[in-house]
């Protein structure tokens, strides 16, 4: 068969695709509920939309609702209301719910032509909530509660629970702290099935807090408003706070509460709150608290912290905690501990787990002493990826020209693929045409197919007269959605 024709083949088997990637990143959003004395006139997302859609309220879109613009009342509430809670106010056009009230609810009226009242009834309120929406978002809640009160008197619609919430909510950015509990209570009696409870209670907690009355953590059955109180009383009153937290920290509470108590300590500038946080990363609490505890403890960065760090990786014996460490000491990075571990550490997975780190903070000249150094050919190639990792095309060029062992120069080769730097392609190139071995030109070419550089492959193409090789590189243009590619296989075709 001649080359024209195995060419040919080649290209008919393997056919020509594309192959597109694309990532997505889901962006979470907290909840942040704030009491204060006086009204902003605009508020960051809230921490409480995190909870669960099917938790809240129906959804019937309303946008901002927690953030009205204007002035409000002394001792008013910064209370911002889940997404879901949000979502009720807005009106579906000609599509009614089922009724979300769970007791003491109007029965069904009907017409005279045989059309449910409640549904006449559910447009009305439909229509007097959009209004009360839009007068909240305005700062005018005195009318906002005029609406609310007309859907509130009506007798047969399924949208009173959502209006005592409301009025509740607006109560409270009047500062009307004792009228805004009594319409709570209302909801818990007349509606003790509704889907608005949960909020109703988190917002329960945040007027008696605005308004003086502490509400101990300790006391709340509900995750949600357990956390809630947790975090008020932290600002409120620290050194009430933190022997709750710590008792929080050692009980028998659902991990959710007690990664959020590690969370709100954290956030906290206190001594006391960072011995704690210190003592959960030695060990004093749960293996998975432990983790967390370091985690934070890299993030809060600063000497004591991560001497804290020091004690605790030459203490544990859990691998788990000490890679956590090494993970912490990356995000501050610390590269002369990163590189001490990496360059003393016993256990080759750690030693791994050091040099990743040492390429996330881009530390190039640590990576490049140690490579000078180190023995083993495996930890080698950790740092090879490190150094991709940490975008050091230099040095990548510099090994994949010197390195002497061939498995190490073709994962130099393989990482300058992985990497669309100035020079990169022109390092590939003159080293395929100095090589000689069989199995560093392959590298080579996987690498610019990596790179997707059709251009140079087609120029190797050209100039290649070894058989083997010709049909490799044809072989990666075949499946390379390029002008250049496809122009030089037709070209074989002719």
């Keep these: 068969m001649d080359i024209k024709h195995m060419f040919a083949t080649t290209l008919l088997l393997s056919g ?22 006086r009204e902003r006139s605009a508020c960051g997302p809230s921490e409480r939309e995190c909870a669960s859609e099917a938790a809240g309220p129906p959804a019937r879109g309303l946008c901002a609702l927690g953030c009205p613009s204007g002035g409000g009342a002394p001792r008013a509430i910064e209370y911002v209301p889940s997404a879901s809670a949000r979502g009720s106010l807005e009106p579906l056009r000609g599509a009614h719910a089922p009724s979300n009230s769970g007791g003491g609810g109007a029965p069904t009226a009907m017409e005279k032509d045989g059309a449910p009242r409640e549904l006449e009834n559910d447009d009305q309120a439909d229509d007097l909530l959009e209004r009360a929406r839009d007068l909240m978002e305005e700062g005018r809640f005195e009318r906002a509660i005029e609406s609310l009160n007309r859907v509130i008197e009506m007798k047969a619609s399924t949208r009173t629970d959502a209006a005592l919430y409301w009025k509740a909510y607006s109560l409270a950015k009047l500062g009307q702290q004792a009228d805004a509990l009594k319409t709570v209570t209302d909801l818990y009696e007349k509606f003790g099935n509704s889907r608005w409870l949960k909020e109703a209670k988190a917002l329960e907690v945040e007027i008696r807090q605005a308004s003086g009355q502490p509400v101990r953590p300790e006391s709340q059955n509900d995750d949600d408003l357990k956390l809630y109180a947790l975090r008020g009383l932290m600002n409120s009153d620290p050194d009430q706070a933190l022997p709750i937290i710590e008792k929080i920290l050692s009980g028998t509470d659902s991990p959710k509460v007690k990664e959020r108590a590690l969370f709100v300590l954290s956030q906290s500038h206190s001594p006391r709150a960072r011995d704690i946080i210190a003592n959960a990363a030695k060990g004093s609490v749960n293996p998975d608290l432990q983790l967390k505890a370091i985690h934070y403890l890299g993030i809060m960065g600063g000497p004591e912290n991560r001497q804290v760090l020091v004690e605790a990786y030459g203490s544990s014996k859990d691998p788990a905690v000490k890679r956590s460490i090494l993970r912490s000491y990356g995000i501050a990075g610390d590269r002369e501990r990163l590189l001490s571990i990496a360059k003393g550490e016993t256990d080759p997975a750690l030693r791994g787990e050091a040099v990743h780190q040492l390429g996330i903070v881009h530390a190039g000249a640590e990576l490049s002493q140690l490579y000078q150094t180190e023995s083993s050919a495996e930890v080698k190639k950790r740092i090879l990826q490190a150094m991709f990792i940490g975008g ?21 080769i393989h990482n300058l693929g992985l990497m669309k730097r100035a020079g990169t392609t022109e390092a590939l190139t003159s080293i395929y045409a100095s090589d000689t071995s069989p199995d560093v030109k392959k590298a ?18 050209r100039a290649e007269k070894n058989t083997e090789l010709k049909k490799e590189i044809v072989q990666k243009l075949s499946v390379m959605k390029s002008k250049e590619a496809t122009d030089y296989l037709l070209e074989l075709l002719k």
């Excluded at 694309?22 to 959003?29: K, L």
């Excluded at 090994?399 to 994962?411: F, I, M, Q, S, Y």
């Design 444 to 461: 080579v070419i996987n690498a610019l197919f990596l790179q997707q550089n059709a251009t140079a492959l087609v120029t190797l193409a």
């Design 392 to 412: 050091d095309a230099d040095k990548l060029i510099e090994l994949a020209k010197g390195e002497r062992d061939p498995e190490l120069r073709k994962t130099a």
């Design 16 to 37: 020509v695709f594309a192959v597109n990637a694309t990532a997505a990143i889901d962006a979470g959003v907290l909840r942040r509920s704030v009491l204060d004395t």
